[in-house]
């Protein structure tokens, strides 16, 4: 029997409380000796970063699912780098004759490299940077820690080290006014000696701007890594270097491939003479090989992407099995698995694997065919799972080692993503994925049509993949439709669809989204008076620019949004001080550009209400872009309500904040969409 129910207030199992606490953040996982270690976020502990492994020796048939893994970090230690603002892979573990495997990591709220054996407390090994007022944080931050074996068998660490002190001659400006930021490749002892004394770091590679991927040749002769310098963004253009080593540092290299146009991603040596790399030359992140009797080729030619955008440092995306294999992962829209191996005639032939994930976030492969991976699909749970590969029988079935849901739902209340192309008037496309309202044994009224959010991501160079994500599921088994919006910009269709955004940030995006949601109302599919939207970050500025700029939607959250650039260009943090370079055009000398696109230039056009969300500690989307625009939307006597949360930076990780925020944003849709959800407070909005 079926009831019928208006949509947006059908009773849900789904709550707010279990977004925040039954889900793991499940960071990519690592294979060190027998065992698998990998990190979860704790909401209940601030939304620390843990490091953990499982609780014994997993053999090649799997782990023992049933075993409860063990906590390796104790609190209150944060295993989580600040380079970037972003940070990335932040810890390693090196099994050794001792059997207990030696753990690195960067503590979150200091940025000081630390080690230690588990049961012990972890101990610091590199110094306290001296304070640097525009570091707004520590000065000496580290990223990327990399195993480097030297020529006597002794094992150091590398580290992507960001650096704001300005060495000897201390704080200063750059060339461009901004705050001297170095950023290099350097060796930590481990033997604690620079926790007091920094001049006992090594420096590896000169300086520049940002860097990434260092890779010594496995005779320890040559070291290869990335590099890039403002105004470009790591999937903008990329140099990819090969220097030899002399006595522990790069000596005089030269770019092998990549410039300012051309994206270079991850190189990893094959054997001592040649480089397997991922460049974007061809208009699609396709691999490459590079020797220095043959410089760099083209060894595979598809219209498939074979990396994606660096945003976190250590993202990586094929392991190398031999000098003429690697495991790589590939894809559009979704991403599988494939064995790429190299041929005599100079090219690749790819294998693919029949691999049920469609969103893969790290895989590891052991010799003796163990395979560890991290990532989700449209029935899983995002959840590190293992498998065993043979290359020449392919992949046996997954089993789940560790769920990112503990508390799964029944699927009866799970929605079914359905991806879709919607044409354009320039004969492009945009892509998208509708979850419509779902759950059985509900539906909404007749002749009714169910409200939809459009979702927009932020970046804006992402993607949002067709997987299985709990909060859409907590919209729409509440009777809400919700659209992700990969609109041009996004990432998985190749350099073409990421360069359309070029020069159009809150034009193309703006166009793109309101497309999409025209598409569904004239097929029927949503209430066109009840369209919402929403997004964090780059997704907040889209927001808000559908917002002042047409008039689609009835409302909209904007979580940690850009409100205005010229400020924002000051205010944000080094890595995406100059992105809008290329989203907008540069600095002044397109300043009319930055100030027609601002939302906060057209809040005058505005008659919607806005929900606000903000991180009270976030560098990267500061406070001040959320409170000029709720101080515009005030002036003008527009409904509002402005959230700022404590303890919080890019992005909300306490399990106090996850439900304030949740139940917030549903509580202001059913205000202004009408339609009244159950066991939720109700949010007061701020009607001037």
């Not at 150091?156 to 704080?171: L, M, N, R, S, V």
């Not at 440092?313 to 790589?328: I, N, P």
């Not at 993503?417 to 354009?424: D, K, M, Q």
């Not at 990421?498 to 109302?521: F, K, S």
Request: aromatic share 8%.
């Amino acid at each position: 029997m079926v009831t019928t129910l208006p949509y947006g207030s059908w009773p849900s199992p789904i709550t707010a409380e279990q977004l925040a606490t039954g889900g793991i953040r499940l960071g990519g996982p690592q294979l060190v000796g027998d065992a698998v270690w990998w990190t979860e976020g704790i909401a209940t502990e601030g939304g620390r970063q843990a490091i953990m492994r499982s609780a014994g020796d997993v053999g090649p048939e799997g782990p023992d699912a049933a075993a409860e893994p063990v906590t390796v970090l104790p609190g209150p230690f944060n295993a989580r780098s600040r380079v970037h603002e972003y940070g990335g892979a932040s810890w390693t573990a090196l099994p050794d004759a001792e059997g207990t495997p030696l753990v690195v990591f960067v503590n979150f709220e200091d940025q000081r490299v630390h080690a230690f054996r588990e049961g012990e407390r972890p101990r610091p090994l590199t110094p306290v940077g001296p304070e640097v007022d525009s570091a707004q944080g520590p000065s000496l931050r580290w990223a990327d820690p990399t195993a480097v074996t030297l020529e006597d068998g002794s094992t150091e660490i590398w580290w992507i080290c960001e650096d704001h002190t300005g060495g000897a001659e201390g704080p200063r400006a750059g060339a461009d006014g901004a705050p001297l930021i170095e950023r290099y490749v350097a060796a930590v002892p481990l033997d604690g000696s620079a926790a007091e004394d920094g001049s006992a770091i090594r420096r590896v590679t000169p300086a520049s701007r940002f860097v990434a991927h260092p890779r010594v040749s496995p005779d320890g002769a040559r070291v290869a890594w990335l590099s890039w310098e403002h105004p470009q963004m790591p999937w903008d253009g990329t140099e990819l270097h090969v220097a030899p080593l002399l006595a522990g540092s790069a000596g005089q290299g030269e770019v092998v491939l990549g410039d300012a146009e051309t994206s270079v991603m991850q190189p990893e040596w094959l054997d001592d003479e040649h480089l397997l790399a991922v460049c974007d030359a061809s208009g699609w992140w396709n691999p490459w090989v590079w020797s220095a009797d043959d410089g760099a080729r083209q060894v595979l030619e598809l219209d498939q992407e074979f990396a994606g955008p660096m945003w976190a440092l250590g993202t990586t995306w094929f392991q190398v099995l031999d000098a003429d294999t690697a495991l790589v992962q590939y894809g559009r829209a979704a991403v599988g698995l494939g064995i790429l191996r190299l041929t005599d005639a100079g090219g690749a032939e790819l294998t693919p694997l029949d691999c049920p994930l469609t969103e893969i976030t790290a895989a590891r492969l052991r010799s003796d065919g163990l395979l560890v991976l991290a990532g989700s699909s449209p029935t899983r749970f995002a959840a590190i799972s293992t498998a065993r590969l043979d290359p020449s029988a392919g992949l046996s079935s997954l089993t789940v080692l560790r769920s990112s849901r503990t508390d799964a739902p029944d699927p009866a209340v799970l929605p079914t993503g359905e991806s879709i192309e919607v044409p354009l008037p320039d004969g492009e496309m945009v892509h998208a994925i509708v979850h419509r309202p779902h759950q059985e044994g509900l539906a909404g009224r007749e002749g009714d049509l169910p409200p939809f959010i459009a979702r927009v991501h932020g970046g804006p160079t992402g993607h949002v993949p067709p997987v299985l994500h709990l909060p859409t599921a907590y919209y729409t088994s509440r009777g809400l439709g919700v659209v992700d919006v990969n609109y041009g910009g996004s990432t998985g269709y190749g350099r073409a669809y990421r360069n359309r955004l070029r020069g159009q940030w809150g034009v193309v995006d703006v166009e793109d989204t309101v497309a999409v949601m025209e598409h569904l109302v004239s097929e029927g599919i949503a209430d066109g008076d009840r369209l919402a939207i929403e997004g964090g970050s780059a997704g907040g500025w889209t927001t808000l620019a559908c917002l002042t700029r047409t008039d689609t939607f009835a409302a909209g959250a904007s979580s940690f949004g850009v409100a205005e650039l010229e400020r924002f260009r000051l205010d944000t943090h080094d890595f995406e001080s100059r992105y809008i370079d290329g989203l907008v055009g540069p600095y002044p000398e397109r300043r009319d550009l930055y100030v027609e696109r601002a939302p906060l230039s057209h809040v005058d056009e505005l008659e919607v209400p806005v929900l606000l969300l903000q991180g009270e500690e976030d560098r990267i989307v500061p406070p001040s872009q959320s409170e000029l625009f709720r101080d515009a939307l005030a002036a003008k006597g527009i409904p509002h309500a402005y959230l700022l949360f404590a303890g919080e930076q890019h992005g909300f990780r306490r399990a106090d904040s996850i439900i304030r925020a949740t139940e917030g944003t549903l509580s202001f849709y059913g205000q202004v969409l009408g339609f009244s959800p159950p066991c939720v407070p109700v949010l007061e909005l701020d009607r001037g």
